[in-house]
């Protein structure tokens, strides 16, 4: 299970910018603590699961663009876009 966000979603810090970034590794079953957003280097598809659901879902992502999303997981199956970075 990941680990939870110490900022919660209802905190007005949620909405500031992020603090941190990691490189996100595509990977069969592992989970993270639940992004602020994400990004790719290079453009492609990802196989996501977000924060609040429990299937995952394909998404198809342009370079260089930060996307909002509040992801804990990216499937090495399904996944295309390279260069993935999480923010928090």
């Known amino acids: 299970m990941a680990a939870a966000n110490p900022i919660s979603k209802s905190s007005t810090a949620w909405l500031g910018p992020a603090s941190g970034a990691v490189a996100i590794t595509p990977d069969a079953t592992a989970t993270f603590m639940p992004t602020r957003g994400i990004m ?5 598809t ?3 699961k977000f924060s609040d659901t429990a299937a995952d879902v394909s998404l198809t ?14 499937r090495i199956a399904g996944t295309s876009a390279t260069g993935l970075v999480a923010f928090y």
């Open 40 to 44: 790719c280097s290079g453009a492609g």
């Open 46 to 48: 990802i196989a996501a």
């Open 61 to 74: 992502l342009t370079a260089g663009v930060v996307y909002p999303f509040s992801i804990v997981a990216v």
